[in-house]
């Protein structure tokens, strides 16, 4: 699956592995994860987070009731969403810091002298 997904041009959709430890030791290059203990630790609290401060936001009623259920009941909803938790990050719920974005350097016309264009650099 993962092959056809990357051959029909949908490979960026393909989620990586991360580190939580940040120590180096998982191969972030490989596709999908393994959910271990210390995984669902980490999804549970950042869902927990997320809960509390925008539940408000959360519009699937059937979401809300998975979240309600035990440790052993087939909970498919909350498992995607602690799945696009851990996969595209959670932002400001677990102290994340965004990335700094760079400025780019681009030349803008500023005005006309005797028909040559007057060029200036801007980063925007």
């Known amino acids: 699956m993962i092959k056809d997904l990357i051959n029909s041009g949908l490979g960026n959709c393909v989620m990586n592995r991360k580190d939580l430890t940040k120590k180096g030791y998982v191969d972030q290059k490989k596709p999908w994860f393994y959910r271990n203990d210390k995984i669902l630790e980490w999804q549970d609290e950042a869902l927990n987070i997320y809960y509390k ?22 909970k498919d909803e909350e498992d995607a969403m602690k799945a696009a938790l851990y996969g595209w990050g959670t932002g400001d719920l677990l102290g994340e810091k965004p990335k700094d974005k760079k400025p780019k350097k681009v030349m803008i016309i500023v005005g006309w002298e005797n028909g040559i264009p007057k060029w200036e650099e801007r980063f925007v």
């Open 53 to 74: 401060k925008y539940a408000h936001m959360v519009w699937f009623k059937s979401l809300l009731e998975d979240a309600r259920k035990g440790d052993n009941e087939n």
